[in-house]
């Protein structure tokens, strides 16, 4: 049995079952279908990313803060964690877990790479594992559109502003970071009210407008 995926205009792929296309669990298929979406949205120019990214700097484990809601996450209730790890071929090992209202964990698995020269902060995510290699025709936007001087925390932003992200290195940030980050996202044109808390253990419990998380 197949099935035909499309992703934008003259974007059709036939996916067959079983090892010769593994869109990884519901959560990797989800992904992918809305980094097809999102990237047949036209660009908003007044979004920036930051000058600089220090790939090797920012590798490693993130938790999510906050972010704007999407379908391919409405599994996730709470401890939803980004692993950025770097391979051989210069690509990047994406893996993003968070777990259940079952208690169980939800997992998927993608690609990134980075857009232009070294040292660009726009990279292309991918979650298409076709035939045995990940497809960026099928990917996302991925612009780290804030970040600490320590690498403490980001903002991962997208031209649309249709999605967004708050990341930290640790599952609790300080009240007074997360105000001056809901400062930067405002400054990028975005409404910080978009953004959702996302339950961390450790950090803040209650879901609920990024924008009503300070006291």
Request: hydrophobic share 40%.
């Amino acid at each position: 049995m197949a099935i035909d995926v499309i992703c934008g205009a003259a974007k059709t792929v036939r996916v067959s079952e079983g090892h010769s296309a593994r869109l990884r669990s519901g959560m990797g298929y989800a992904a992918f279908l809305a980094v097809c979406v999102t990237s047949q949205f036209a660009f908003a120019t007044d979004v920036k990313s930051v000058e600089k990214l220090q790939l090797d700097r920012y590798l490693g484990k993130w938790h999510e803060v906050a972010s704007i809601p999407q379908f391919f996450q409405r599994k996730c209730v709470r401890d939803t964690i980004a692993e950025y790890t770097a391979l051989e071929s210069g690509e990047v090992r994406v893996e993003n877990t968070c777990t259940r209202a079952d208690a169980g964990r939800e997992k998927a698995e993608g690609r990134a790479r980075v857009e232009g020269a070294a040292g660009s902060s726009k990279l292309t995510v991918t979650f298409l594992d076709l035939f045995g290699a990940y497809r960026y025709w099928a990917g996302g936007d991925y612009w780290v559109i804030e970040l600490d001087p320590q690498y403490r925390w980001a903002v991962i932003g997208h031209p649309t502003r249709r999605y967004g992200w708050v990341l930290s290195r640790t599952a609790a940030l300080p009240q007074a970071t997360l105000a001056e980050i809901i400062g930067r996202i405002k400054s990028q044109g975005y409404d910080a009210c978009e953004f959702m808390v996302t339950p961390q253990t450790g950090g803040l419990s209650l879901k609920r407008p990024l924008c009503n998380a300070i006291q």
